[in-house]
């Protein structure tokens, strides 16, 4: 059986909330001390969706993001591509207004995809 998926937020990982009615949340630093065991749990989620959802929207807020988990951030992207077409998907991309680093990680990741990312500046 499907189940939600919802993750604590702690120093170092964000807060996770996967609706099985095709939802993801991704929010807060992301820097966990094993990002490959940390991001397991969340693939392992998104496998179990059924692929005839009606649409998959992926929420990310990040303050922080190591390097070692910007590949498996845009893995769970590309997961969503292989999962569900492409016009179903929706990826909303937040960063903090003055936060270019967090923002120009939104463009590349916009530029790499099938899917449009919505890159929208959050007011501190």
Known sequence: MMENLHIEETKCTPFINGDVNGALTIKGNCFPENSLTFFE???????????????????????????????????????????????????????????????????????LTKSEIKLIPVEV
């Open 41 to 111: 749990t969340i693939n392992n989620w998104m496998d179990t969706l059924p692929s005839d959802l009606s649409s998959f929207v992926m929420d990310c807020e990040l303050n922080y993001i190591a390097s070692s988990s910007v590949m498996h951030i845009f893995k769970l992207m590309q997961k969503a591509e292989e999962h569900f077409p492409v016009d179903k998907i929706e990826i909303k991309w937040k960063f903090e207004v003055d936060d270019e680093d967090i923002e120009k990680l939104g463009e590349e990741f916009n530029n």
